[in-house]
């Protein structure tokens, strides 16, 4: 599958999925036979895992803006140290959340400015874009419940926001899919994982061909 140097992004609310999906794509692919890299943001790099910490730590007083400024701080980080040179490499790069989550999360979720968030993510990315944004949609309540079981009911700083705050995130991944219908493949997580994967596997084998 000439799946080389491309680069394709998780996205997705709390609990719908996409650590698991991704999982099982990079397992297929290397089963195929392609050069894998797995990632997630925040984090893949020192910096990045530090901030992860920061980030989601209930107790961390942070700011919108500053909050935006440190996801595009780590995929600044990620951007030139992992994801370029991989691509370039030949590797297909497979990472849980990119640009679309800082526009969904700090723009949908905490009302900054779009355009504002857009440009942090210009300068954290320079040419670097995904190939294909695959985005798990999941009612939020259904996904908050998920995810708390997952954690054994300790929410972190963005799942304590409650279901208005998440409802606000899906809309905006919502728009950005309708925006970008070539970039994005829009996938029911409601469903069991097996089909899910499913479905994921038949637009990579179609899109990659
Ligand atoms: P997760 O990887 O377990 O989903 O945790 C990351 C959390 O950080 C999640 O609640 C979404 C949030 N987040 C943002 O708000 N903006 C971002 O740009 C990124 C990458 C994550």
């Known amino acids: ?3 080389a140097g491309k680069f394709i992004t998780f996205e997705g609310g709390e609990g719908a999925g996409k650590s698991t999906q991704l999982t099982r794509l990079a397992e297929r692919l290397r089963t195929s036979g392609a050069g894998v890299l797995s ?9 990045g895992e530090k901030m992860r910490d920061v980030l989601k730590q209930p ?4 700011q919108p803006a500053a909050e935006a ?9 990620l951007v030139t140290d992992v ?9 297909a790069v497979l990472c849980d959340r990119f640009i679309d989550s800082t526009v969904a999360y700090q723009s949908g979720g905490r ?5 504002l968030v857009e440009s942090a993510n210009r300068l954290a990315c320079g040419a670097v874009r995904p190939d294909l944004t695959i985005l798990l949609d999941l009612d939020p309540s259904r996904g908050l419940g998920r995810a708390s079981v997952r954690d054994h009911g300790q929410p972190d ?14 809309d905006l991944y919502h728009a950005l899919a309708k925006e970008e219908p070539a970039r994005f493949f829009v996938v029911d997580a ?20």
């Not at 400024?69 to 980080?77: G, T």
């Not at 700083?157 to 899906?170: I, M, N, S, T, W």
Request: aromatic share 8%.
């Open 1 to 3: 599958m000439p799946i």
């Open 39 to 47: 990632l997630r943001e925040p984090g893949g790099t020192p910096f």
């Open 59 to 62: 107790g961390s007083a942070i």
């Open 69 to 77: 400024l440190l996801f595009a701080a780590c995929r600044a980080q």
């Open 83 to 91: 994801i370029a040179p991989a691509l370039a490499a030949g590797q």
């Open 111 to 115: 009302g900054l400015e779009r355009t």
């Open 157 to 170: 700083r963005f799942e304590v926001l409650g279901a208005d705050f998440h409802r606000k995130v899906r």
């Open 190 to 209: 409601a469903r069991p994982p097996e089909e899910v994967e499913q479905e994921i596997w038949h637009e990579i084998a179609r899109r990659f061909r």
